[in-house]
């Protein structure tokens, strides 16, 4: 799977992040996500990174959307809140 913007994301994937901005108070315009094969294991591994301005965070894809609920962990704990838009 090749991630170039939020909306290159499988559509649940894609639905989930956009109601994880919504719930915050952001829209996915905010953020810059892109794909990224892990570097250790590219056959194997993959990222999502999302950056905000100067803030970024990677979370491994798994097929249980365990990423998205870090994402919305970070957006809770106001990881992205303090960076300016994008």
Do not use: K
Request: glycine share 6%; net charge negative.
């Amino acid at each position: 799977m090749t991630i170039h913007t939020y909306t290159d994301l499988p559509l649940v994937d894609r639905a989930a992040f956009e109601l994880a901005c919504a719930r915050h108070g952001f829209a996915p315009i905010h953020f810059d996500v892109h794909g990224e094969s892990d570097p250790d294991d590219p056959e194997h591994g993959e990222f999502v990174i999302v950056r905000r301005g100067a803030w970024a965070q990677a979370y491994r894809i798994d097929a249980r959307g365990q990423w998205l609920r870090q994402f919305e962990t970070d957006l809770n704990g106001r990881f992205f809140s303090s960076a300016p838009h994008a």
